[in-house]
């Protein structure tokens, strides 16, 4: 199981994967609810905002030493932002994320109203797979 957030200018998409088999699907759901609700409700620690914001800086300053990332990034901040940032202005912009712009972040990621559910699979008795995710991601 995993998950990725796939972003661009004006739309997005968060994506839960999980590769399971047909009698786990319902489990996972509710598993899967169950932390999207915790996160909801406890966030992150101020410590977890603190290691993340290194480990991305970090990632961002090691994928500086790679001509392909750096060109993708340049090409992205132009298309996005109409400019190209420098990397201390990215550096300062991880630095700058609060809790409440991950508080918003998470409100906005995890509105039921923007959900889909997809699966795919030889899967027999889909009709009340369908019916008891609905009750656990939309009701």
Not at 77 to 87: A, D, H, N
């Given at each position: 199981m995993y998950s990725h957030a796939t972003s661009f200018q004006d739309v997005g998409a968060f994506t839960i994967y999980a590769g399971l088999g047909i009698d786990q699907i319902i489990n996972v759901a509710k598993l899967i609810e169950r932390d999207?609700?915790?996160?909801?409700?406890?966030?992150?620690?101020?410590?977890?905002?603190?290691?993340?914001?290194?480990?991305?800086?970090?990632?961002?300053?090691?994928?500086?030493?790679?001509?392909?990332?750096?060109?993708?990034?340049?090409?992205?901040?132009?298309?996005?932002?109409?400019?190209?940032?420098?990397?201390?202005?990215?550096?300062?912009?991880?630095d700058r994320v609060a809790m409440e712009d991950i508080k918003r972040i998470i409100s906005r990621i995890f509105d039921k109203s923007k959900y889909n559910i997809a699966y795919v699979g030889n899967i027999s008795g889909h009709e009340m797979i369908d019916k008891e995710l609905k009750e656990i991601f939309f009701i």
């Open positions: 999207i609700q915790d996160l909801k409700a406890n966030l992150i620690t101020k410590d977890e905002l603190t290691k993340s914001k290194e480990q991305l800086k970090g990632n961002f300053i090691l994928g500086m030493e790679s001509t392909f990332s750096r060109m993708l990034d340049i090409g992205r901040s132009e298309l996005l932002l109409g400019r190209i940032l420098t990397p201390e202005e990215v550096l300062k912009k991880i």
